[in-house]
């Protein structure tokens, strides 16, 4: 794994999912539904990406280690997440 994919799977799996998980907690949403968009916010990396990179001719390699890296941790990345979200309801 390089640093660009390790960078990219950290950003998606970790940082955008607490990021809007701060968010929703200062717009005063419910918590319910912060746990909801948390945890969708918390999958891995969509296969559209993959398949554009091939269609394109462009980082297809990158593409498809950053879809794989992100599905792989995602388990635990997710998991964490549900756990965390549900301390708060």
Known sequence: MTL???ISVFLRN???PAAIWCA???S???HGAIGEVVVAMSRPTAPI???LAVQYGS???EMASALF???VLSAITMGGFIWLTSLFN
């Open 49 to 51: 990406a993959v398949i």
């Open 28 to 30: 005063g949403m419910p």
């Open 69 to 71: 890296y992100s599905t």
């Open 14 to 16: 970790v940082v955008m």
């Open 24 to 26: 929703m907690i200062f």
């Open 59 to 61: 980082a297809e390699q």
């Open 4 to 6: 660009a994919i390790g």
